[in-house]
Protein backbone atom coordinates (compact mmCIF):
# COMPACT_ATOMS: atom_id res chain seq x y z
CA UNK A 1 0.00 0.00 0.00
CA UNK A 2 2.88 2.74 0.97
CA UNK A 3 4.80 1.63 -2.45
CA UNK A 4 1.24 2.50 -4.07
CA UNK A 5 0.84 5.45 -2.29
CA UNK A 6 4.65 6.85 -3.30
CA UNK A 7 3.88 5.88 -6.47
CA UNK A 8 0.82 8.22 -6.93
CA UNK A 9 2.60 10.91 -5.15
CA UNK A 10 5.06 11.06 -7.90
CA UNK A 11 2.54 11.45 -10.74
CA UNK A 12 0.37 13.73 -9.07
CA UNK A 13 3.55 16.17 -8.40
CA UNK A 14 4.91 15.34 -12.04
CA UNK A 15 1.49 16.27 -13.95
CA UNK A 16 1.85 19.71 -12.12
CA UNK A 17 4.85 20.44 -13.69
CA UNK A 18 4.71 22.72 -16.81
CA UNK A 19 5.43 20.89 -20.29
CA UNK A 20 6.40 24.26 -21.48
CA UNK A 21 9.95 24.44 -19.60
CA UNK A 22 12.96 24.56 -21.92
CA UNK A 23 16.35 24.13 -21.05
CA UNK A 24 18.30 26.83 -20.75
CA UNK A 25 21.85 26.46 -23.59
CA UNK A 26 24.95 27.83 -22.66
CA UNK A 27 26.30 30.26 -24.75
CA UNK A 28 29.68 28.31 -25.19
CA UNK A 29 27.14 25.89 -27.38
CA UNK A 30 25.33 28.69 -28.56
CA UNK A 31 28.56 30.51 -30.43
CA UNK A 32 31.28 28.08 -31.77
CA UNK A 33 34.75 29.54 -31.72
CA UNK A 34 35.59 31.79 -35.05
CA UNK A 35 39.40 30.97 -35.67
CA UNK A 36 41.63 34.28 -35.63
CA UNK A 37 43.12 35.50 -39.08
CA UNK A 38 46.46 34.46 -38.09
CA UNK A 39 45.04 30.94 -36.91
CA UNK A 40 43.32 30.95 -40.33
CA UNK A 41 45.96 31.30 -42.17
CA UNK A 42 48.67 28.63 -40.28
CA UNK A 43 45.32 26.59 -40.97
CA UNK A 44 44.69 27.09 -44.69
CA UNK A 45 48.91 27.02 -44.82
CA UNK A 46 48.92 23.81 -43.80
CA UNK A 47 45.67 22.08 -45.45
CA UNK A 48 47.39 23.27 -48.55
CA UNK A 49 51.33 21.84 -47.24
CA UNK A 50 48.79 18.95 -47.47
CA UNK A 51 47.38 19.18 -50.99
CA UNK A 52 50.31 19.61 -52.63
CA UNK A 53 51.90 16.72 -50.63
CA UNK A 54 49.43 13.85 -51.97
CA UNK A 55 49.49 16.15 -55.41
CA UNK A 56 45.95 17.32 -55.44
CA UNK A 57 44.94 17.97 -59.11
CA UNK A 58 46.33 21.79 -60.37
CA UNK A 59 42.24 23.42 -60.27
CA UNK A 60 42.13 23.05 -56.34
CA UNK A 61 45.45 23.91 -55.33
CA UNK A 62 44.81 27.42 -57.23
CA UNK A 63 42.20 27.62 -55.08
CA UNK A 64 43.53 26.82 -52.22
CA UNK A 65 46.64 28.97 -52.45
CA UNK A 66 44.25 31.79 -53.67
CA UNK A 67 42.47 31.70 -50.53
CA UNK A 68 45.76 31.72 -48.84
CA UNK A 69 46.80 34.81 -50.86
CA UNK A 70 43.67 36.73 -49.92
CA UNK A 71 44.33 35.99 -46.39
CA UNK A 72 47.38 37.15 -46.55
CA UNK A 73 46.06 40.87 -47.42
CA UNK A 74 44.34 41.03 -44.29
CA UNK A 75 47.48 39.94 -41.97
CA UNK A 76 49.48 42.67 -44.13
CA UNK A 77 46.42 45.56 -43.10
CA UNK A 78 47.17 44.57 -39.66
CA UNK A 79 50.77 44.57 -39.88
CA UNK A 80 50.97 47.83 -41.38
CA UNK A 81 49.00 49.27 -38.60
CA UNK A 82 51.18 47.68 -35.84
CA UNK A 83 54.36 48.37 -38.12
CA UNK A 84 53.53 51.76 -40.19
CA UNK A 85 57.40 51.60 -41.31
CA UNK A 86 56.23 48.84 -43.47
CA UNK A 87 53.03 50.78 -45.11
CA UNK A 88 55.06 51.38 -48.90
CA UNK A 89 56.84 47.94 -49.10
CA UNK A 90 53.65 45.99 -48.17
CA UNK A 91 51.18 48.35 -50.13
CA UNK A 92 52.89 48.41 -52.99
CA UNK A 93 52.90 44.25 -52.77
CA UNK A 94 48.95 44.41 -51.86
CA UNK A 95 48.22 46.59 -55.09
CA UNK A 96 49.88 43.54 -57.35
CA UNK A 97 48.26 40.81 -55.56
CA UNK A 98 45.62 40.01 -57.90
CA UNK A 99 48.08 40.44 -60.68
CA UNK A 100 50.73 38.51 -59.10
CA UNK A 101 49.57 34.99 -59.79
CA UNK A 102 49.77 35.26 -63.88
CA UNK A 103 53.05 36.88 -64.27
CA UNK A 104 56.07 34.64 -65.22
CA UNK A 105 57.81 32.45 -62.11
CA UNK A 106 60.83 34.20 -63.05
CA UNK A 107 58.94 37.85 -62.66
CA UNK A 108 57.59 36.81 -59.43
CA UNK A 109 61.12 35.48 -58.61
CA UNK A 110 63.20 38.57 -59.49
CA UNK A 111 60.48 41.61 -58.77
CA UNK A 112 58.52 40.24 -55.57
CA UNK A 113 60.75 37.26 -53.74
CA UNK A 114 63.82 39.23 -54.47
CA UNK A 115 61.90 42.65 -53.73
CA UNK A 116 63.23 44.06 -57.28
CA UNK A 117 59.92 45.72 -57.79
CA UNK A 118 59.40 46.46 -54.39
CA UNK A 119 59.90 49.64 -52.11
CA UNK A 120 62.88 49.44 -49.73
CA UNK A 121 62.35 48.89 -45.96
CA UNK A 122 63.97 48.64 -42.87
CA UNK A 123 62.52 46.29 -40.62
CA UNK A 124 62.51 42.74 -41.25
CA UNK A 125 58.99 42.15 -40.14
CA UNK A 126 58.10 43.67 -43.39
CA UNK A 127 60.42 41.40 -45.47
CA UNK A 128 58.40 37.97 -43.52
CA UNK A 129 54.67 39.46 -43.90
CA UNK A 130 55.41 39.94 -48.03
CA UNK A 131 56.04 36.61 -47.95
CA UNK A 132 53.06 35.35 -46.37
CA UNK A 133 51.18 37.07 -49.79
CA UNK A 134 53.82 36.53 -52.85
CA UNK A 135 55.10 32.29 -51.61
CA UNK A 136 50.65 31.27 -52.08
CA UNK A 137 50.41 33.61 -54.83
CA UNK A 138 54.13 31.82 -56.11
CA UNK A 139 52.20 28.02 -55.98
CA UNK A 140 49.08 29.62 -57.05
CA UNK A 141 51.12 30.62 -60.73
CA UNK A 142 52.89 27.04 -60.59
CA UNK A 143 49.04 25.84 -60.42
CA UNK A 144 48.13 27.82 -63.33
CA UNK A 145 50.79 26.15 -65.75
CA UNK A 146 49.19 22.88 -64.34
CA UNK A 147 51.92 21.21 -62.78
CA UNK A 148 53.15 19.68 -65.78
CA UNK A 149 57.18 20.15 -64.57
CA UNK A 150 57.76 16.31 -62.34
CA UNK A 151 59.61 19.09 -60.32
CA UNK A 152 56.53 21.34 -59.55
CA UNK A 153 55.10 19.65 -56.60
CA UNK A 154 58.16 19.60 -54.94
CA UNK A 155 58.83 23.19 -55.83
CA UNK A 156 55.03 24.05 -54.38
CA UNK A 157 56.06 22.33 -51.49
CA UNK A 158 58.85 23.94 -50.88
CA UNK A 159 56.97 27.83 -51.05
CA UNK A 160 54.45 26.75 -48.61
CA UNK A 161 57.35 25.00 -45.86
CA UNK A 162 58.88 28.61 -46.58
CA UNK A 163 56.04 30.87 -45.45
CA UNK A 164 55.23 28.82 -43.06
CA UNK A 165 58.46 29.76 -41.48
CA UNK A 166 57.49 33.28 -42.80
CA UNK A 167 54.40 33.19 -40.42
CA UNK A 168 55.60 32.23 -37.47
CA UNK A 169 57.92 35.72 -37.32
CA UNK A 170 55.22 37.59 -38.16
CA UNK A 171 52.30 35.64 -36.01
CA UNK A 172 54.96 36.69 -32.96
CA UNK A 173 55.54 40.32 -34.16
CA UNK A 174 51.74 40.63 -34.46
CA UNK A 175 51.22 39.19 -30.57
CA UNK A 176 53.86 40.98 -29.49
Not at 45 to 69: C, F, G, H, P, Y
Not at 97 to 123: N, R, T, W
Amino acid sequence: MLKQLVVASSLIIVSGCDDNVKPKQSKAAVQPYQLTTLEHYQHQANNLLRSIRVQKDAANLETQSADLVALSQTILSDLIVDYPQCAEYLNALIAVADLLPSLPLEEIESGYHSDGKLPKFDDPICYHGKDLLVHPATVQAVARLGFVDPQAYEYAELEIIEVIAHFDQVEQALNK
